[in-house]
């Protein structure tokens, strides 16, 4: 019996989608920044809350290490729509949280789009 996975669709997904938040702290001198130095503690609680109190249990929420685009944070990137978003206010998770991870729509004004070299 073969038990390679070749069709994805046919595994079942334990969350609908799942975001991943950058936490990387570097000193803020640092020439390449990090989330964490551009306040991503505070949204990221913010989020992780909002995902809890709301009953989100189709939302997995990982906080990660570097996601490579340091001067761009604080970043998350929510899959499996692979949709990068640069939140830096409570309201802008509130946004993302509503908008997005409930409706399946995008916040368009905090979308990034990294052009691949």
């Known amino acids: 019996m073969d038990s390679q996975v070749t069709d ?3 595994v ?7 975001v991943f938040a950058c936490h990387t702290q570097r000193p803020p001198t640092h020439p390449r920044g990090s989330c964490g ?15 809890g109190n709301d009953g989100l249990t189709d939302v997995g929420f990982t906080v990660s290490g570097c996601l490579g685009f340091c001067s761009a944070g604080p970043l998350m990137v929510v899959y499996p729509e692979g949709i990068w978003y640069r939140p ?3 309201e802008d998770i509130d946004e993302i949280v ?3 991870l409930k409706n399946g729509e995008l916040v ?3 979308v990034m789009v990294f052009a691949r070299a």
């Open 8 to 10: 994805f669709s046919e």
């Open 12 to 18: 079942p997904q334990l969350y609908k989608r799942h």
């Open 37 to 51: 130095a551009a306040g991503a503690q505070p949204l990221w609680e913010r989020l992780g809350n909002r995902i």
């Open 88 to 90: 830096t206010t409570p």
């Open 98 to 100: 509503e908008t997005h």
């Open 108 to 110: 368009e004004r905090l």
